[in-house]
């Protein structure tokens, strides 16, 4: 059962790259999120999706942007990546609303931005 | 703004003691609360997932109880075992209409010494 799937599961960037982080879900939920969880800050909500072609800010949703095209897919995009975003990044997904169902995450990305 | 916090931050215990982890919130209009496990270098693993409706969930030695007129919900594992040592982190969703819109506390450390 292959579940919620990140890709890369590490990566190191320079400021002011770009690049997308990957996620695919299996299950056929209609809710994905992405957070970000750093030390000290606990987990952060980024962007959120409750259905293809619909997405939402979270907490902390600057500098970063997200599309929701296909029920399975919802890469998260570092536009121009700053020391800041170093973080470990996790995608979630659940059924949705009215389920009451968990949330299920991926494994992270770790990212390093020198 | 919904905050989350769980105290103690981290925890020591003997084999075979009970656990007894802690969970408040400021703004009691909850639609639900899950308790995750997150182990090293890992994703999160939902526990369990109490409704608004409910005071409580159980899973085998896991149970979780929820108070929401005084903000509180409490994980209690019973007989830990080593394979207990994880951090559990909580987690509350304000809306049924974004249910993946999660805030979450800090997390509590936890060692179980053989």
């Known amino acids: 059962n292959a579940g919620v799937t990140q890709t890369p599961k590490f990566q190191v960037l320079k400021t002011g790259q770009s690049m997308t982080l990957q996620c695919a879900q299996d299950?056929?939920?209609?809710?994905m999120s992405w957070y970000r969880q750093d030390p000290g800050m606990g987990l952060r909500l980024i962007h959120y999706?409750?259905?293809?072609?619909?997405?939402d800010q979270g907490e902390v949703p600057n500098g970063y942007n997200v599309s929701r095209s296909t029920t399975e897919d919802f890469p998260l995009r570092l536009l121009s990546a700053a020391p800041s975003q170093t973080s470990v990044y996790f995608c979630?997904?659940?059924?949705?609303?009215?389920?009451?169902?968990?949330?299920?995450f991926g494994d992270g990305t770790r990212l390093s931005i020198l | 703004k919904q905050e989350v916090t769980q105290i103690p931050a981290a925890l020591s215990v003997p084999e075979g003691e009970n656990l007894v982890l802690n969970c408040s919130f400021t703004?009691?209009?909850?639609?639900?609360l899950q308790w995750f496990r997150q182990d090293p270098g890992k994703g999160l693993t939902s526990l369990l997932l109490?409704?608004?409706?409910?005071r409580e969930q159980t899973s085998g030695r896991l149970n979780a109880s929820l108070d929401k007129s005084s903000g509180r919900s409490t994980l209690y594992i019973a007989a830990s075992q080593p394979g207990d040592s994880a951090t559990y982190l909580c987690?509350?969703?304000?809306?049924?209409?974004?249910?993946?819109?999660?805030?979450f506390g800090g997390g509590t450390r936890v060692l179980v010494k053989p």
């Open positions: 703004d009691s209009a909850i639609y639900n």
């Open positions: 109490i409704q608004s409706s409910q």
């Open positions: 999706s409750v259905g293809a072609g619909i997405t």
């Open positions: 979630a997904s659940s059924r949705g609303q009215g389920t009451n169902q968990p949330q299920h």
């Open positions: 987690a509350v969703s304000m809306i049924k209409a974004a249910v993946n819109k999660l805030t």
């Open positions: 299950m056929n939920h209609e809710y």
